[in-house]
């Protein structure tokens, strides 16, 4: 009795936690608007929204200690020409704060993927505390989000190398 | 120690119930070999997925073989023993977990959506979540180091146990 009785009190707990962690969430979802942030560029330079409006991008939030995003920015690398050809810009941001792990830093993680991370439409830069809050809420390391010419949100995802055909159909439909 | 160990193997795969034993060690070992082609290139595509097999390399390949006959010699030398080693089952176990916990936390979903369940706030799961992931993505070969060891230990008690095994029940009969 003793046992089933703390068993419940535990999954009632549980339960209480998950809803009051999904309450305090505001999610983004597909056919929302993306936020209109202004992300630091690694350069020093920022990408403003006017500078993404009318492009379809791919807004991509990254940890540096992530072994998945480094294999995605490598897939990501082996497309950069197409996805140029097709007019999708890249904005890859490091996570605030790398989500509390003590990464490689964004400045190595590029340097790593080689000469086309260096490409035109590739920005890369590093999200505040709010816009990761407003961007992936739920702390996930590998995070993307489609976002069309129009400014609207078609499809979020993670892990480019495992959805690459996802992202290859969004370029293909974008031009 | 070796000598032993050749015993345990020897009474196992050549002795009365050899066919047994060796389908469990190839039958097994060939599925478990399996589950860790997919398993231990997953960290690099952030879950078990068959697009994982595109990022095996031949290391990798070395040790999905390692672990998966490694594990099915262990079934199968524990299971020709008159009594079973808890030893080598509990190392055996300890190699299996160590191995799925860098391709299972390391770049997923899991161990956030465990915080949040736990009832953790956006912003601590945010500040903390790296602190756990980035140790199985950073340290991913000496998990996968220890789990090697694990098995080879699990393999070595498995076949110590097995000969043991056989020379008491020699003496009985």
Redesign the interface.
Known sequence: MNILYRFSLISA??I???A???A??QELTVGNRAPAFAYRELNGEVVRPADLRGHPYMLWLV?S?????E?GSSVVAAHIDMLKQRNVRIVELR?????????PGLQAFQRAIGLKAFSQNWYWGEAS?QQ??VL???????IYYLIAAHGRIVAIA??P??SWSRIEAFAVRAQ | MVGQVARGFSLTFTGSRKTGALLMLFVGGAGATTFYLFLLPS?????I?P??L??LTPPLTMLAILFGFGLSATLALNFSAVKRSKASGAAGLGGLLTSVLPASL??T?VV??L?????????T???????I??IF??H?NVFLGASLTAVLVAVVLAARNAASSCGVTGQVI
């Open positions: 707990l549980c209480f936690g998950t009051l962690a999904t305090k969430t940890a200690w992530c072994s998945s995003c294999t996570l605030a704060n790398d989500l509390g792990a003590q990464g505390l990761t809050l992936d809420p739920h702390g996930y390391p590998d993670g892990n190398a495992a | 960290p690099a595509v952030g879950g997925s697009v994982a595109h990022y390391c770049c979903s956030p959506s915080l949040a369940l736990a009832g953790a706030s956006a912003p799961i945010i500040g903390s979540t790296g602190k992931q980035s993505a950073l991913e």
